[in-house]
């Protein structure tokens, strides 16, 4: 089984649509949990913490579900420029190692 | 001015060369980074120094050899290249080693072995 699960997609979505990404992890000791973004051809970029009580930025809202050991990232109001691959991040145990998983691919239509 | 940069961006070079891609972060960060993303899209962690001192080193083929000569550089040499080694190659950098925090990642170097 591997650490960290996404489905990778694509989701071809329109514009103005709510998409959801789910993200399972097998670790349940771990202790960090992100979203990370990464267009095609570029570097992964932090697009936001997960915390156990869940948090919302703008558009973007994760949840983090310890029980069920999944994380959820939700978008709002799809934009064109969200087309990029959201990647589900986990640090089992505070130290630097991230694990990554695959990512899922989403792309918005006009 | 660039965070995190590397070079070269590409790499495209024969079996059995030795190669170097280089880091740099001009963030001020104690911990470093390097990542393999093969060609399913898994981004993976190889390496990491804290200080310039080895922290994390995963199941690596000892044909990758990481050097810190100064917490803000990085490098990676490569003896012997094989075909499986094709790949972008990132470099990242941390505040600290705890992982609690955002890494910043470099552009990526695209490696292609022929």
């Known amino acids: 089984r591997k650490e960290v699960e996404q489905d990778p997609g694509p989701f071809n979505v329109p514009e103005g649509a709510t998409v959801a990404f789910n993200c399972t992890y097998s670790?349940?000791?771990?202790?960090?949990f992100f979203w990370y973004r990464q267009d095609c051809r570029k570097e992964p970029k932090l697009l936001m913490s997960v915390y156990s009580s869940g948090n919302e930025d703008g558009r973007f809202t994760a949840q983090l579900n310890r029980a069920s050991q999944y994380i959820s990232l939700l978008i709002r109001d799809s934009k064109l420029s969200d087309s990029a691959t959201y990647l589900c991040v986990v640090n089992p145990n505070q130290g630097g190692k991230l694990i990554f998983g695959q990512g899922t691919e989403l792309s918005v239509k006009p | 001015d660039t965070a995190v940069s590397q070079t070269p961006k590409y790499l495209v070079t024969q079996m059995g060369n030795d190669k170097s891609i280089k880091c740099e972060q001009n963030?001020?960060?104690?911990?470093m980074y390097w990542y393999k993303q093969d060609s399913k899209k898994f981004l993976k962690i190889m390496f990491s120094?804290?200080?310039?001192?080895?922290?994390i080193n995963e199941t690596v083929p000892n044909r990758f050899s990481p050097k810190s000569p100064d917490k803000a550089h990085l490098n990676l040499h490569i003896n012997s290249l094989e075909l499986g080694d094709s790949a972008v190659y990132f470099c990242a950098s941390s505040p600290r080693a705890s992982g609690i925090g955002e890494q910043f990642f470099g552009p990526g170097t695209r490696l292609t072995v022929l």
């Open positions: 120094y804290n200080n310039k001192e080895l922290i």
């Open positions: 963030l001020g960060h104690d911990t």
């Open positions: 670790n349940s000791a771990s202790q960090s």
